[in-house]
């Protein structure tokens, strides 16, 4: 369990971010440590996959690479699948559930491979333990194991994390198409505001006018205090049979008791007060409570809560205008029209009146929205939001200019 294959995937655009995760938590350079496309492959003892899920805010899962095999047919998997030791990992009392993903694999049904490759993992063990094999359960299971298919290889993984790591165990209360955690620490990464690598905090304010139920500033605030992403849930390792709850215990015994705080320098605004009362409630779970500052009040009229510092926001867009456009900007129906341009060209307005000297970071899948901001990005970063692609765009605040300053 000393030299283990890990891959952790995350969200497209995030990799290079996940990397220097990676290597600030495990110390692995080199070939020890490729960043490929949708994740980043890692060689590291299982000491390391505990403390990866602990720590980690970009990655969607740790998983363990068990075989890694060409393939032609629904046959092969059988094969691969049954050559792996399944019983070193977990009994047969326990329940399990196969997830196949494919890219531009030759198969015509990924539901007879699933069924193919869970037939060898049964019967290997009725092989092993006299006739007994562990059940599928598909709601909750035990143990997840994970099959990738690409045009000639089948790759096959164990997972370490249970329910994804953007779980992080604080949000219970959350409204329509919430961000995932992992994605607002992405965000943070990409503005410069939290570096991963040196885990170094920006001391400039962070302010999202559009805070929902809170998950940016909550994710922030948390980085700040120095708390562990995953330090308030349960991992699917503690059901695999390496697990071993000393070893566990001083991994966690290594997390540093949370910083002081320095005064509130991480603030959310948002005109649904009910979602100002979801964010307050996941704070207090959170741990980070005393650390940042909700409000309510309409994102086209709140005055800055600093003298300077950096915007960071994910507005409604797409599927989530409709329901989120009218919300996000009070009783001003007319500030958003079926796209949201004028509610963005408003917003525009209201940033260079009053913002002067602020850095605003938006994601948005809309390419055009400098355009309707009339403003001037200085820097845009491809990020994918789920199924959509996105842009996360910087824009350098300039007052009484109409376009902020273009990078040099």
């Not at 030299?3 to 070939?31: K, N």
């Not at 991992?235 to 000393?246: I, M, N, S, V």
Request: glycine share 8%; with cysteine; aromatic share 8%.
């Amino acid at each position: 369990m000393n030299d283990l294959s890990l891959f952790l995937p995350c969200a497209a655009g995030v990799e290079d971010f996940l990397a220097q995760e990676v290597h600030a938590l495990t110390g692995r350079v080199g070939q020890d440590l490729l960043t490929l496309r949708g994740g980043v492959r890692v060689r590291a003892a299982w000491r390391d996959a505990m403390l990866l899920n602990l720590h980690s805010r970009l990655a969607q899962r740790v998983l363990v690479e068990l075989a890694h095999a060409p393939y032609r047919n629904e046959n092969d998997l059988y094969g691969i699948a049954s050559g792996v030791a399944w019983e070193i990992w977990f009994t047969p009392k326990q329940t399990f559930k196969i997830e196949t993903t494919a890219q531009h694999s030759p198969l015509q049904s990924l539901n007879f491979a699933t069924l193919r490759i869970k037939d060898a993992i049964a019967d290997r063990f009725r092989a092993k333990a006299n006739g007994v094999r562990p059940s599928i359960e598909t709601q909750w299971p035990d143990v997840r194991v994970f099959a990738h298919l690409t045009t000639d290889t089948c790759t096959l993984y164990i997972d370490t994390s249970g329910e994804p790591l953007f779980k992080r165990g604080w949000r219970q209360d959350k409204g329509d198409a919430p961000l995932k955690e992992t994605l607002a620490a992405a965000m943070l990464a990409a503005s410069g505001w939290w570096n991963p690598e040196t885990g170094a905090v920006s001391d400039a304010p962070l302010y999202d006018p559009c805070c929902g139920s809170g998950t940016i500033a909550i994710e922030a605030a948390q980085i700040a205090r120095g708390i562990p992403a995953g330090s308030l849930r349960r991992f699917g390792f503690e059901k695999l049979l390496p697990f071993q709850a000393h070893v566990w215990n001083a991994v966690k015994d290594q997390v540093a008791a949370p910083g002081p705080v320095d005064g509130v320098t991480v603030y959310g605004s948002d005109v649904s007060h009910r979602m100002v009362d979801f964010a307050e409630r996941n704070a207090e779970r959170a741990g980070v409570s005393d650390a940042v500052e909700f409000r309510g009040g309409d994102a086209l009229q709140r005055m800055p809560p600093a003298g300077g510092g950096v915007i960071v926001l994910n507005p409604p867009y797409g599927e989530r205008i409709e329901v989120g456009g009218v919300a996000r900007t009070g009783a001003r129906e007319q500030a958003a029209t079926e796209d949201g341009g004028e509610f963005f060209s408003q917003l525009a307005t209201h940033w260079k009146k009053n913002y002067a000297g602020w850095t605003a970071w938006v994601l948005t899948p809309d390419l055009k929205l400098p355009q309707k901001m009339r403003l001037k990005e200085s820097r845009r970063v491809p990020m994918w939001n789920g199924p959509i692609e996105c842009r996360l765009f910087k824009f350098d605040m300039v007052k009484g200019s109409a376009r902020a300053k273009p990078a040099a």
